[in-house]
């Protein structure tokens, strides 16, 4: 399974993700993310970018595989689970992330900055977990290629 658009996504996963540790150990309380509107905005669209590579991925992957189309964003992380390509301990937190995705993009008006920076603060690992996952898939893919 090398493909270049899984690849392509890995890297923007990972840039989206070295944006966001910077900014997790910048604002080392809620009241300092608050202050700053510029950083709330890009916190919130770099969290939406993270979410929808991870969804890109898994959407190309369930392809890739002819596993069971996912009927909607939460499904596309059960559907990966269903197979054992996600472990069910990581299911949950991708699909509350796929949750979350759906509240900025379709609920932005009321949104909570301090639900933000409840994500920034502690959810990052998650998304580092499934780029491990997925760069893992890759490897193996292209070890068995090999043989």
Same mark, same amino acid.
């Given at each position: ?19 966001l540790?910077?900014?997790e150990?910048?604002?080392? &309380? ?32 369930i392809?890739?595989?002819?596993? &069971?189309?996912p ?26 992330m ?18 933000v920076y ?13 780029? &491990? ?15």
């Amino acid at each position: 399974m090398d493909d270049e658009i899984i690849i392509e996504r890995l890297a923007l996963l990972r840039n989206e993700l070295a944006y966001l540790k910077s900014e997790e150990k910048g604002v080392p &309380r809620l009241q300092d993310y608050l202050e700053s509107p510029r950083l709330r905005r890009a916190v919130e669209r770099s969290l939406q970018v993270a979410i929808e590579a991870c969804l890109d991925i898994g959407r190309r992957i369930i392809s890739e595989k002819g596993l &069971r189309f996912p009927e909607d964003n939460r499904d596309v992380f059960k559907s990966l689970a269903e197979k054992g390509l996600i472990p069910h301990s990581l299911l949950s937190r991708l699909v509350k992330m796929a949750q979350f995705r759906n509240l900025i993009i379709h609920n932005y008006a009321r949104i909570e900055d301090s639900q933000v920076y409840s994500v920034l603060k502690r959810d990052l690992a998650d998304f580092e977990e499934f780029a &491990r996952l997925v760069a893992g898939c890759l490897e193996s893919a292209s070890d068995t290629a090999l043989k």
